[in-house]
T-cell receptor
């Protein structure tokens, strides 16, 4: 079983829709990162959160440490949100990031 | 803004060649990382450095070495490139501290093809 599992793996949405991407992990953690990668582009850190909820513009991230689950929500989605979204909890003996395989989001106009 | 730059966006090399990938950050970060990214596998850590001349192996160090002679620069070396090292290579940096508990800033990536 993978230590980090994201769902769905692929998601197509219409512009304006509310989007949810889920991340479940088996490692014990104190924080979790959400990252965004545009096609052919580098990776940008969106959030690092250790409890509750964080909001940045139209993006909202929530985490439940006890249930080992985090969600990334996008409100009023736009085609420019099309990207791969990656969750990454730290884990293992060295506490380095363990990356999920990502969710490929396509928002159609 | 933190800036992490990588020496090449695209690189084509032949099997057996020695390959250098360079990464430079301008925010005085102590931690620097080299990852490779392959379809279906996500990012995997190759090497990590927390200070000049200090390094730690990541999950997949075989076939790679690193060098950190200056704080701002972290080099990844493929001593003898092989076709299974064809991949996207990403460098990142972060402030000192537990590597998983600080925001990491990524470079644009180098897509390496080994023929």
């Amino acid at each position: 079983k993978n230590e980090v599992e994201q769902s769905p793996q692929n998601l197509t949405a219409q512009e304006g829709e509310f989007i949810t991407i889920n991340c479940s992990y088996s490692v014990g953690i104190s924080a979790l990162h959400w990252l965004q990668q545009h096609p052919g582009g580098g990776i940008v850190s969106l959030f690092m959160l250790s409890s509750g909820k964080k909001k940045h513009g139209r993006l909202i991230a929530t985490i439940n440490i006890q249930e080992k689950h985090s969600s990334l929500h996008i409100t009023a989605s736009h085609p420019r949100d099309s990207a791969v979204y990656i969750c990454a909890p730290p884990g293992g003996a060295t506490n380095k990031l363990i990356f999920g395989t990502g969710t490929l989001l396509a928002v159609q106009p | 803004d933190v800036k992490v730059t990588q020496s090449s966006r695209y690189l084509v090399k032949r099997t057996g060649e020695k390959v250098f990938l360079e990464c430079v950050q301008d925010m005085d970060h102590e931690n620097m990382f080299w990852y490779r990214q392959d379809p279906g596998l996500g990012l995997r850590l190759i090497y990590f450095s927390y200070d000049v001349k200090m390094k730690e192996k990541g999950d997949i160090p075989e076939g790679y070495s690193v060098s950190r002679e200056k704080k701002e620069r972290f080099s990844l070396i493929l001593e003898s490139a092989s076709t299974n090292q064809t991949s996207m290579y990403l460098c990142a940096s972060s402030l000192l501290g537990l590597a998983g508990l600080n925001e990491q800033f990524f470079g644009p990536g180098t897509r390496l093809t080994v023929l």
